[in-house]
């Protein structure tokens, strides 16, 4: 079945370091990517997707490239900020699962000022 | 800001209670989910809706039930708690047209913590 892997955390850097956090995806068919973002106390927001390969998604600073040929979608920012300190989750969705989302299982990422 | 309400925030409640976590949207979305997060963070489905009179059981057992009676409501209900059911559960909806690419839009989130 399909499934997310993504880096394992805590991820701990310092304020205007440079991030990336791996996910790498299987998929029977052509899934939509996404990766969603959870602050402390809240539910998730949607970070950033893409609906097709080498599609790039980008917000916030933060940018994504889907990549077929190594079924990746790393998340990826310049400089990081203290307020970028969450949780980070890659996801997949694919019509063939009845349109049913797969997580990852999240990576929490600390920015120290 | 969230379009998608869950109430209450946090409930702490003892063994044997029957408990209702509410879940309402404003956005008209078909579709509906629920989520148990555990403290590990990761995330499983445990409900979802396709729209009015449709609920299905997700990838992770749970004894928890839901009903679907109007579109914008997707409540859960546990008939007797036990502590095995704490743990923070998230509602989200997406969008309709059965296109899957649409994210989801999640609540806040109701924090469980059964004694």
């Known amino acids: 079945g399909d499934s997310v892997t993504q880096m394992e955390g805590p991820v701990t850097l310092s304020e205007e370091a440079f991030l990336t956090i791996n996910c790498t995806y299987t998929?029977?068919?052509?899934?939509?990517l996404f990766w969603y973002v959870q602050y402390p106390g809240e539910g998730l927001q949607l970070l950033l997707k893409?609906?097709?390969?080498?599609d790039k998604g980008s917000n916030k600073g933060f940018e994504a490239t889907y990549r077929k040929e190594t079924t990746s979608f790393h998340l990826e920012k310049g400089s990081v900020q203290v307020s970028d300190s969450a949780v980070y989750f890659c996801?997949?969705?694919?019509?063939?699962?009845?349109?049913?989302?797969?997580f990852g299982a999240g990576t929490r990422l600390f920015v120290k000022a | 800001e969230a379009d998608i309400y869950q109430t209450p925030r946090y409930l702490v409640i003892g063994t044997g209670k029957k408990i209702t976590l509410e879940c309402s949207q404003t956005?008209?979305?078909?579709?509906m989910y629920w989520y148990q997060q555990d403290p590990g963070m990761e995330l499983h489905l445990i409900h979802y809706?396709?729209?009015?009179?449709?609920?299905e059981k997700g990838d992770l057992s749970s004894e928890s039930t839901v009903s679907r009676i109007r579109t914008e409501h997707f409540p859960l209900t546990l008939e007797s708690a036990r502590p095995s059911h704490t743990s923070q559960y998230l509602c989200?909806?997406?969008?309709?047209?059965?296109?899957?690419?649409?994210?989801?839009?999640f609540g806040n989130g109701t924090r469980l913590t059964v004694t």
């Open positions: 956005m008209g979305h078909d579709k």
């Open positions: 989200a909806s997406s969008e309709p047209g059965g296109i899957y690419n649409s994210p989801l839009h």
């Open positions: 809706s396709y729209g009015v009179n449709s609920t």
């Open positions: 996801a997949l969705s694919d019509g063939t699962g009845g349109f049913k989302t797969i």
């Open positions: 998929a029977t068919g052509y899934p939509s």
């Open positions: 893409a609906t097709k390969a080498d």
